[in-house]
């Protein structure tokens, strides 16, 4: 199987850096984004919204094929109403990673992500984007950090945004959801066998935007 366009995609856990590097290359390429995580994100809060309980199945893979969402520019929408910051919390990150783990949720959302390749390329984020997603693409990368480091980025991110956060608290939350997306049996957290992971502890994040444009140079013939 061929991707009838080019695929980058880059996968790790979160805080690794992989949306900078996402949006940094598309911009480079002229290429689109999927930020897949924020997709989970949605079927999370909707969950949340609804008052189903995350033990629901049946409801949830029904409120995952249902779901109401607007990309507007920047904005998304979930039944009209503005959640574009209200998905980035740490809670709404929780609530993404237990739905993340039924099988049914993610079929639902696999065709959906596929048709974000479209020409001119895809630069796909996420952390089944090499091994379940886009198999056949031709760069595969796997972006890792140390867990005190991706606590300390999110951190940042946070305060940036005004958004309550607490380094410890943090920290203890990254581990928790990075122990569940590896130990999940659907599409864990794993580097493809093919993806060249990069550990992003200490390292600028435009040398990491280097190494990727170097493969995707390689493998599309793409400017570097
Ligand atoms: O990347 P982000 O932190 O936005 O993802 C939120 C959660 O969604 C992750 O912790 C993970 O459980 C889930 N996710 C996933 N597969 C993806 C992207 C995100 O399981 N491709």
């Known amino acids: 199987m061929t991707d009838p366009v080019p695929v980058i995609t880059i ?3 979160s805080g690794s850096g992989k949306g900078t590097v996402t949006q940094l290359v598309a911009r480079r390429l002229g290429w689109r984004v999927l930020d897949s995580g924020a997709l989970y994100r949605l079927v999370g809060l909707a969950t949340s919204k609804s008052g189903v309980g995350f033990d629901n199945h049946n409801k949830i ?3 995952a094929n249902k779901l109401n969402v607007e990309f507007n ?3 998304i929408l979930l039944d009209g ?3 574009t910051d209200v998905i980035r919390t740490e809670a709404a990150g929780n609530d993404a990673s237990r739905v993340a783990a039924m099988p049914a949720v993610r079929a639902t959302l696999l065709d959906w992500q596929r048709q974000y390749a479209r020409a001119p390329g895809l630069v796909a984020d996420g952390r089944d984007m090499g091994t379940t997603v886009f198999p056949a693409a031709k760069v595969k990368i796997f972006l890792t950090a140390s867990a005190q480091e991706r606590a300390k ?10 958004l ?6 943090l920290t203890a939350e990254i581990e928790e959801r990075d122990a ?3 130990g ?3 599409s864990p957290l794993v580097p493809a066998p093919d993806a060249i992971e990069i550990d992003s502890t200490g390292m600028d994040i435009d040398r990491v935007v280097e190494i990727v444009l170097r493969q995707a140079h390689a493998a599309y013939a793409t400017p570097l």
């Open 180 to 182: 569940r997306d590896r």
């Open 73 to 75: 520019g920047e904005k």
């Open 153 to 162: 980025r999110r951190h940042k991110q946070l305060k940036e945004k005004g």
């Open 164 to 169: 309550p956060a607490n380094l410890a608290a």
């Open 61 to 63: 893979s029904d409120i």
């Open 11 to 13: 996968d790790g856990p």
């Open 81 to 83: 109403e503005d959640v």
């Open 184 to 186: 999940r049996a659907a």
